[in-house]
């Protein structure tokens, strides 16, 4: 929520996604810093307005739409 206050331009912000493998919680592979996987996405209001929220696609992916519209409109995806 500090970088949302910090980062007037910050639309989506998340973390990182970790899994437990039974010997604890690792990071997945393919956490980036610049993408915000679905599960963890915060959007900031006027972002999420902006995009017109997530968009129904027929085989996944309104996560990575969101980025795109999000970037498209000028916001930053951290």
């Not at 968009?55 to 795109?68: F, I, K, M, R, S």
Request: charged fraction near 15%.
């Amino acid at each position: 929520m500090a970088k949302m206050h910090l980062t007037p331009n910050l639309g989506i912000g998340g973390g990182y996604i970790h899994e437990n493998y039974g010997s604890g919680f690792v990071p997945r592979s393919s956490n980036r810093t610049t993408s915000v996987p679905h599960a963890i996405q915060l959007f900031r209001r006027e972002c999420l307005e902006q995009i017109g929220g997530y968009t129904p696609l027929p085989y996944g992916g309104p996560d990575w739409h969101a980025e795109v519209g999000a970037r498209m409109n000028g916001w930053h995806v951290e």
